[in-house]
T-cell receptor, first 117, second 118 residues
Framework: AQSVSQHNHHVILSEAASLELGCNYSYGGTVNLFWYVQYPGQHLQLLLK??????LVKGIKGFEAEFIKSKFSFNLRKPSVQWSDTAEYFC???????????????FGKGTKLSVIP | SAVISQKPSRDICQRGTSLTIQCQVDSQVTMMFWYRQQPGQSLTLIAT?????????ESGFVIDKFPISRPNLTFSTLTVSNMSPEDSSIYLC???????????????FGPGTRLTVL
């Protein structure tokens, strides 16, 4: 079974600080990887995704993530955070239709990011 | 991406009663799913809602407790039956839209239904 680990439960940063949120998954086959974000009072939104190709993917609002296959990792980064980035961030993985034929999306426990103005 | 709405947005229910949650999408979708997010926890997949046939349930979830319907390509319901306080959660539907040329794997989420059981 797939599992996803997010290393940090709560991260507190000052504005303009750099951000890196860790995500590791356990699955031996081909995977699709996602980061979702949930802003306070809003629903879950897709931030970025990786299916194949360039392991460095760029998402909305200046976020990017790097897929390192050898480390089973998909860490989220942003060079300079803003107060409006305060949210909860979820890493997720599925085996993909072209892989095991399963759409099941397995989520990490989430990381709360608080950005102090 | 598809526009997804859920009704109700929140409810407070008594133990032993049932609540039906609706998920409506503004365009046809291939896949629809139901998730649960318990307080302080991550999202857990309850089941895949199959159009015109019985839903596919994940381990730990059963049809008698969480009956699901999906009569067409834009609508699904999840019922939480015989509720107990342990069922207090946010329930979310997600969809995989029809997109030409690929991406059959990205799920988009509805706003969720916050359920409190007393």
């Amino acid at each position: 079974a797939q599992s996803v680990s997010q290393h940090n439960h709560h991260v507190i940063l000052s504005e303009a600080a750099s951000l890196e949120l860790g995500c590791n998954y356990s699955y031996g086959g081909t995977v699709n990887l996602f980061w979702y974000v949930q802003y306070p009072g809003q629903h879950l939104q897709l931030l970025l995704k990786y299916f194949s190709g360039d392991p460095l993917v760029k998402g909305i609002k200046g976020f990017e993530a790097e897929f390192i296959k050898s480390k089973f990792s998909f860490n989220l980064r942003k060079p300079s955070v803003q107060w409006s980035d305060t949210a909860e961030y979820f890493c997720a993985v599925n085996a993909g239709y072209s892989g095991a034929g399963s759409y099941q999306l397995t989520f990490g426990k989430g990381t709360k990011l608080s950005v102090i103005p | 991406s598809a526009v997804i709405s859920q009704k109700p947005s929140r409810d407070i229910c008594q133990r032993g009663t049932s609540l039906t949650i609706q998920c409506q999408v503004d365009s046809q979708v291939t896949m629809m799913f139901w998730y649960r997010q318990q307080p302080g926890q991550s999202l857990t997949l309850i089941a895949t809602a199959n159009q015109g046939s019985e839903a596919t349930y994940e381990s730990g979830f059963v049809i008698d407790k969480f009956p699901i319907s999906r009569p067409n390509l834009t609508f699904s319901t999840l019922t939480v039956s015989n509720m107990s306080p342990e069922d207090s959660s946010i329930y979310l539907c997600s969809v995989v839209p029809y997109l030409s040329g690929g991406d059959t794997d990205t799920q988009y989420f509805g706003p969720g239904t916050r359920l409190t059981v007393l």
